[in-house]
T-cell receptor
């Protein structure tokens, strides 16, 4: 069965610094999709970044980038120049086509002013 | 991305009552999804709703407890029936992105507290 593991329940980073959130997953599939979602206190789930497993190039979205290591089944999220608005719960997620999304347990990120 | 709204945004209910949550999307979508997020937990899929057919429920969720309607391609409802304090959660609906169907966008959620 596919699983998604986020080993860091909480993390803190100084404003303007860089932080990396870890995510590993377990699958026997070769074609799948990976996501990072952000859930601020407002509770809305916001898509931060998506990665297609068949693409070797790491996805980037402004200050957010991923380090996708397919062989190691690792999908970490790097946030550069951290801002107060980045404070949120971050969920790593996995999906194969036509199947449900599997979420990790989340990492709560605190931004220290 | 799709614009998704949910009503109510929050509610406090008495045990034994039922609450219907509405989800409205600004564009036609084939599949809509309902999730539950218990306090401090991750998201759990309740069911998948296709227009014109019965919803497909995940293990541990039954239609009698969580009836779902999907009358058209932009709207769905989830009812939480005969509520107990254990039903206190955030309930979120989501839809597949038109351009990337493996990607889901989420509504703002409904925070439910059952006393």
């Amino acid at each position: 069965a596919q699983t998604v593991t986020q080993s860091q329940p909480e993390m803190s980073v100084q404003e303007a610094e860089t932080v990396t959130l870890s995510c590993t997953y377990d699958t026997s599939e070769s074609d799948y999709y990976l996501f990072w979602y952000k859930q601020p206190p407002s509770r809305q789930m916001i898509l931060v970044i998506r990665q297609e497993a068949y693409k070797q190039q790491n996805a980037t979205e402004n200050r957010f980038s991923v380090n996708f290591q397919k062989a190691a089944k690792s999908f970490s999220l790097k946030i550069s120049d951290s801002q107060l608005g980045d404070a949120a719960m971050y969920f790593c997620a996995y999906r194969i086509r036509d199947d449900k999304i599997i979420f990790g347990k989340g990492t709560r990120l605190h931004i220290l002013p | 991305s799709a614009v998704i709204s949910q009503k109510p945004s929050r509610d406090i209910c008495q045990r034994g009552t039922s609450l219907t949550i509405q989800c409205q999307v600004d564009s036609q979508v084939t599949m809509m999804f309902w999730y539950r997020q218990q306090p401090g937990q991750s998201l759990t899929l309740i069911a998948t709703a296709n227009q014109g057919s019965e919803a497909t429920y995940e293990s541990g969720f039954v239609i009698d407890k969580f009836p779902i309607s999907r009358p058209n391609l932009t709207f769905s409802t989830l009812t939480v029936s005969n509520m107990s304090p254990e039903d206190s959660s955030i309930y979120l609906c989501s839809v597949e992105a038109r351009e990337y169907q493996e990607t889901q966008y989420f509504g703002p959620g409904t925070r439910l507290l059952v006393l």
